[in-house]
């Protein structure tokens, strides 16, 4: 008996499409580690002070090796990280360039994500072995940097969007203008928790979060910022954080996170305001598949693999809702907890900012 294979026909125009992405990745899984070193040597901001500089200038600026200097500079030029002059064999950066690597309060500061991301992939080795078994990786089990790279990837927008999506709620401004009484669910290190206290001076905030080495950094923050007298940091899960009677609680891209999302739903209910609201932000997401294989899905979906879900399996329940849930998964979520009112207040191009009302 004769069996025969059927092969499809390679169609070469996909084929070649695909390895160019593929060598595109390749260089982008190095570039992420390099960005990484231009951040912590301050190479960029070497650039940004001090260029156009040569190699051996750049070198001396930041007391590195001038060898190592001038490959990193010539793959950062390469993906167009840094600009060349080939006459006078200088390196700068554009005012855009400068923008995105090496002013840390800008809304669009990526050294942050390239820290978060080169950390978050040192779980390799357990994430391979969740894929077999089915179990999670705690957010806590991740290197430092995973937590120090989400403070600065995400902060800056924070400070950029945090008071527009407040005033964006229904009454909520006000009532923090008047005094109010908040709590940041999922803070980390803080960064929009004492951003609210900034902005809402008579208002009283808490910060919650299960990890504790984050809530250490977090109250530091504070003292820095000269919040520490109205901001709060405590230890606590999601669905069992104290207090109650909250004007507002809020959830920085950490929904999805939850082991049990429709029991913090419920949670939140209990402990927020009648006349309070909920505010959720996560990152931007359609509700169907097929309209999130966009550059951005691509990133949200990575690093859920790597990071969102897997926590999220590491808890009771496990529900995995994912950093793509879109908005009527997570409405259906948030109802599910006992919300009767949801809304998308606000959103950006790479967030939603939703409503949730008793």
């Not at 080169?118 to 937590?147: C, K, Y």
């Not at 104290?242 to 049990?260: E, K």
Request: hydrophobic share 40%.
């Amino acid at each position: 008996m004769t069996t025969e294979t059927k092969t499809d026909p390679i169609d070469e125009q996909k084929l070649n499409k695909l390895v160019e992405t593929s060598l595109v990745d390749l260089s982008a899984t190095v570039h992420a580690a390099l960005a990484v070193i231009g951040d912590e040597l301050g190479l960029y901001a070497a650039l940004d002070e001090a260029g156009p500089l040569t190699s051996a200038k750049l070198a001396e600026e930041t007391n590195t090796a001038e060898r190592y200097v001038r490959e990193w500079l010539r793959s950062q030029a390469a993906g167009e990280y840094v600009t060349y002059d080939p006459e006078t064999d200088r390196y700068h950066l554009s005012p855009e360039q400068a923008y995105v690597l090496a002013d840390e309060e800008s809304p669009v500061f990526m050294p942050g994500a390239f820290q978060l991301v080169a950390s978050a992939s040192m779980i390799g080795p357990d994430l391979r072995e969740a894929f077999r078994t089915g179990e999670g990786i705690g957010w806590h089990e991740h290197d430092d940097d995973v937590f120090h790279g989400t403070e600065r990837f995400f902060g800056p927008s924070y400070g950029a969007f945090l008071i527009d999506w407040i005033e964006a709620l229904e009454d909520v401004d006000e009532k923090l203008k008047a005094g109010g009484r908040i709590v940041d669910v999922g803070c980390g290190h803080g960064a929009p928790t004492i951003r609210i206290a900034e902005a809402y001076p008579d208002s009283t905030v808490v910060g919650i979060d299960y990890h504790e080495t984050s809530i250490a950094v977090a109250r530091e923050r504070a003292e820095a910022a000269g919040v520490a007298d109205r901001v709060d940091f405590e230890v606590a899960t999601a669905s069992e954080y104290d207090g109650a009677d909250y004007d507002l609680v809020t959830m920085f891209n950490c929904f999805h996170d939850m082991g049990d999302p429709v029991g913090v739903a419920a949670h939140v209910r209990e402990t927020v305001a009648d006349d309070g609201a909920w505010m959720i932000v996560e990152p931007y997401a359609e509700d169907r598949v097929e309209d999130n294989l966009t550059p951005f899905g691509r990133l949200a979906y990575s690093i859920s693999t790597v990071a969102c879900t897997p926590n999220s399996l590491s808890q009771d329940v496990g529900y995995g809702l994912g950093a793509q849930a879109g908005e009527e998964q997570t409405r259906k979520v948030v109802t599910g907890g006992g919300f009767t009112r949801f809304r998308r207040a606000a959103e950006t191009s790479t967030s939603l900012v939703f409503e949730a009302k008793p």
